[in-house]
Structures are given as C-alpha cells and as structure tokens.
C-alpha cells in the first residue's frame, strides 16, 4: 500500500487564485503541480502520473474543453474536476461531455473545494488487486471495473475513476432504488444537501455507453423524485 502524497495537476492561470489552491491543497497533504496553460500540462501529463486534474476552462491557447479531450487520450482513468467562471448548464455539460468527472462555479468556497478534492482522491473501497477479472454482463455489455474497461455494442471503451466508481455501485445495488443523495455521497462525496446536475449528466454519459436506446434505457432507470436504479436483465420493475 502506498504512502505517497497525492499528485495534483492544476491548470489555471489566474495566479492569486492557483497560489491559494496550491497552498490550501499542501496544507491538506497533497502534493501539486501548477501549470498556466493547457499546453504545457499536456507535456508534463505524457511524462508523470496524476492522482486529480484540476482543469479551468478559461486558458489561454487551448481552453479547458479542449484540454480535457486531450487529457482524457493520455490518460482515461484520471479524475478531472473543471473550474468555470460561467454558471450556465450548457457549459457544465459540455466539460462532462468531454469526459470531466465534476465541476465547481467560481467563485467557489474554500471548505466545499477542499471536500470535493478529498472525494475525488478517495481510493475505491470495493478495489483488491487480482490477477483474474471476471466481468460484469449485462445486455451486450461486459464491464471489467479492475482494468476500467469495457466492451459494448460499439465497441470497447476505456472508463475513467469515477465511472467505475459509479458502476460498482449500480452492480452492488442491482434492481434497488439508489437515493441521489446516497449516489452523490459514495461517489463524489457530495453531502446529501449539495444541488448538483453532475449525477444526471453522469447517467446521460452511460446511456451512452450501454443502452440499446439512450433515450429509453432499459439498464439505467431514472426513478422519479428519488435517484436510480439499475436493472441487470433489462426488464421493467414495478
């Protein structure tokens, strides 16, 4: 088991605002590398190892949409959290679309940034190192949550953290009625109060992946008023 302080990569070019995350982030144990431009952390990102990208969307050269993609070609696995001083949904699913994890508004208080962060870096507990993966069936999908990857109707596909996270707990919980609260808790770390459109546009992103019909799925259910559930065999529930 390692011992080893976290890596975080932050892009962001506004100075005041890195050097306060980088000083609150190593206050927390955590160990950064800042970067003003998407550019030059895509050249560090072929090289190292990060544990968290902390993206802003506004950048110089390429913005943070643009970084992101790239990001996710190098490494398809890595949590992204986006930093947008929008507030416009539109802008929040594009960063999701393009494969971040989650998103915070600036300006954005220091205690929830700090949350969001730990519940980011928090290691999976269903995790147990094991030479021989079994995967996951389900319609014409087969998911391997150990290699975080998966094979699809489309093809397969590379999984990032944290839609492994939420995989595994979907197959943990097959055919209940997962509460939001409950979903956003395990896996973002979100206190069960937090308004957030991350979780929906998270299962719009698996429909994607895995429906025969995104926009009538049969696997990830929406139950209204109350959060999701997963159905294995793809049969309505009562």
Same mark, same amino acid.
């Given at each position: 088991?390692?011992?080893?302080? !976290?890596?975080?990569? %932050? &892009?962001?070019?506004?100075?005041? *605002?890195? @050097?306060?995350?980088?000083?609150? +982030?190593?206050?927390?144990?955590?160990?950064?590398?800042?970067? /003003?431009?998407?550019?030059?952390?895509?050249?560090?990102?072929?090289?190292?190892?990060?544990?968290?990208?902390?993206?802003? &969307?506004?950048?110089?050269?390429?913005?943070?949409?643009?970084?992101?993609?790239?990001?996710?070609? %190098?490494?398809?696995?890595?949590?992204?959290?986006? +930093?947008? #001083?929008?507030?416009?949904?539109?802008?929040?699913?594009?960063? *999701? $679309?393009?494969?971040?994890? /989650?998103?915070?508004?600036?300006?954005?208080?220091? &205690?929830?940034?700090? +949350?969001?962060?730990?519940?980011?870096?928090?290691?999976?507990?269903?995790? @147990?190192?094991? !030479?021989? $993966?079994?995967?996951?069936?389900?319609?014409?999908?087969?998911?391997?949550?150990?290699?975080?990857? #998966?094979?699809?109707?489309?093809?397969?596909?590379?999984?990032?953290?944290?839609?492994?996270?939420? %995989?595994? =707990?979907?197959?943990?919980?097959?055919?209940?009625?997962?509460? @939001?609260? #409950? =979903? *956003?808790?395990? &896996?973002?770390?979100?206190?069960?109060?937090?308004?957030?459109?991350?979780? /929906?546009?998270?299962?719009?992103?698996? @429909?994607?992946?895995? $429906?025969?019909?995104?926009?009538?799925?049969?696997?990830?259910?929406?139950?209204?008023?109350?959060?999701?559930?997963?159905?294995?065999?793809?049969?309505?529930?009562?």
């Amino acid at each position: 088991m390692t011992t080893d302080k !976290p890596h975080i990569m %932050l &892009v962001e070019d506004e100075m005041h *605002l890195a @050097r306060g995350i980088c000083f609150n +982030l190593e206050e927390e144990g955590c160990r950064v590398s800042h970067f /003003d431009t998407g550019e030059k952390a895509l050249k560090t990102l072929e090289m190292e190892h990060f544990d968290l990208v902390i993206l802003d &969307v506004m950048l110089p050269g390429m913005n943070g949409f643009e970084v992101c993609r790239a990001v996710r070609k %190098l490494d398809a696995r890595v949590p992204i959290l986006m +930093l947008t #001083a929008r507030s416009e949904d539109t802008d929040r699913v594009q960063g *999701l $679309e393009n494969g971040a994890d /989650d998103y915070l508004t600036k300006p954005f208080n220091l &205690v929830e940034f700090l +949350l969001r962060v730990k519940g980011m870096l928090r290691r999976s507990s269903w995790y @147990r190192p094991d !030479p021989v $993966e079994e995967g996951y069936q389900f319609g014409d999908n087969e998911v391997f949550l150990l290699s975080y990857r #998966a094979r699809t109707a489309q093809g397969e596909i590379d999984l990032t953290e944290m839609e492994v996270r939420v %995989l595994s =707990l979907f197959f943990q919980k097959e055919g209940e009625i997962i509460p @939001r609260g #409950a =979903l *956003l808790n395990s &896996v973002w770390g979100y206190t069960n109060d937090t308004e957030t459109r991350t979780l /929906d546009n998270f299962i719009v992103r698996l @429909r994607k992946y895995f $429906e025969p019909n995104p926009g009538k799925p049969i696997h990830f259910q929406t139950v209204r008023g109350v959060g999701y559930r997963f159905n294995r065999d793809g049969r309505e529930q009562p």
